[in-house]
């Protein structure tokens, strides 16, 4: 038992260290939030009417897709319908071994000239930035072809639900930004309350909190993949940056992140000579809705894995190979906080190991088998403290996505939390072992997510397809 209470004692002040230090590292991001909202800055303001149809600029909206057949249609039937706009052009991808998915794009996109079908030559599934760099080749080749010039590319996923109102407000902030994100929106899912469901509430934070707090410290903006925007001066500067192997177009067909890696290099102002860097636009239409990018994310706890394995292997393992770090202080502390997951699961690991060995030390204490010793006093201070920090973090979480989806959900969230710690602790150990696959030569596939149900189907229905349309016009 001896060696027992050894182990909790190291465990705790290992645990309580850098419990300690993400406790402040989260306070920073809290009080940057707070002065912004008590100064203004962090307002999310609100449009009076929907926006008109008519961008300043041609824009070429991606979907890359493998394997989709389930619910691309629906994507690509409702973004026509939500963006009546001329200058609107979908490239949607798929692949020479996957005619279901191409059967669904022509079935969604019904005769719609403003839809294009690539089909990628190469069998899939290759990497989601292969594809884009498909796509983006594509576009080039219409350009020559129509002797025109698109100004930005509009990333999408085929589960995403868009907004009528957000393609006209992405193109407005382009004319001050090289890159812009939207907040993403999960959407509940009753058939599972603490997998699918725990998305929202960590793109809730983020995308209501920390994002704004970056936008407004000018550090750099990642991409999530879907709802975001990039000029194509600034495009066609990252294709001339990658050069060699990634001449095909400016997404790195290697990485498991390639979105992020894209928003982290336009996203900084001054990354580019004249570059006007990134904007994250949080923003309510006219009827209280917040202007995102609606989806469905997994429901099993497997498929959840998988997605957060890509996420830790993407932005913390190939995030430090590619883009390095920065002499910035501001730019410095954003880049560590993107990379210490894996770092935050291994605490979480030790916490959770610890909890287990303070049960086995106390059941032996109350059955006199062994008297378990006390902790030095300053233990018990960490504790309280780190015991505070989590009620503080718990507070926040559950007055934000309370705010957004209900205060039933706000609840929910705290009791969420130890689910989503549990999938970031497996995902985080999955992601070490394929980095280190990759290190020894083995190539990266599209590990994407299987989805069954599209937003549009489940929620809108094709009335509310037709009102809002109308809406937006």
Known sequence: MSFVESARLELLLFAAFWFVLGAIDEIAIDCAWFWLLLTGKARTPRLDAPTATRLSRPIALFVPAWQEARVIGAMIRYTLAAWPHA???????????????????????????????????????????????????????????????????????????????????????????????????????????????????????AHA????????????????GVGCAFARDALDKVAE???????????????????????????????????????????????????????????????????????VHGIAFDGWDQLGWSMSPVELWMRIRDRRGPLVALVLAAAYLLVLLTG???????????????????????????????????????????REYGWGEGLAAVLRIPVANVIAIIATRRAVFRYAATLFGKPARWEKTDHDRHVVDVVAGNGAVRQQSRDAA
Not at 113 to 139: D, S, W, Y
């Open 87 to 205: 200058d609107l052009r979908v490239y949607a991808g798929c692949y020479v071994n996957d005619p279901a998915t191409r059967a669904a794009m022509e079935a969604g996109a019904e005769d719609d000239p403003r839809v294009t079908i690539v089909v990628n030559e190469t069998p899939g599934p290759t990497t989601k930035g292969q594809c884009l760099n498909r796509l983006f080749r594509a576009m080039q080749e219409d350009e020559a072809r129509e002797g025109r010039r698109f100004g930005a590319v509009l990333l999408h996923d085929a589960e995403d639900m868009v907004h009528p109102d957000a393609l006209t407000l992405i193109d407005r902030a382009l004319d001050d930004a090289d890159f812009v994100q939207i907040p993403v929106r999960p959407e509940m899912q009753i058939d599972s309350p603490w997998v699918g469901n725990h998305y929202a509430d960590e793109f809730t934070e």
């Open 209 to 224: 909190r920390e994002m704004v707090v970056r936008d407004r410290l000018g550090a750099g903006l990642p991409a999530a």
């Open 241 to 311: 940056l990658r050069g060699g192997a990634h001449a095909d177009g400016p997404f790195d067909p290697l990485a498991m992140t390639e979105d992020y890696e894209l928003g982290m290099l336009i996203g900084r102002r001054g990354s580019f000579p004249g570059g006007k860097g990134g904007r994250f636009l949080r923003v309510r239409a006219a009827n209280g809705s917040l202007v995102a990018t609606r989806a469905y994310f997994p429901a099993r706890i497997d498929a959840a894995v998988r997605q957060k394995s890509r996420w």
């Open 360 to 402: 086995v030390l106390w059941l032996a204490d109350a059955m006199g088998w062994y008297p378990a010793g006390k902790l030095p006093v300053i233990v018990y201070w960490v504790l309280i403290a780190t015991t505070l920090a989590f009620a503080w973090r718990a507070l926040v979480r559950f007055v934000l996505v309370g």
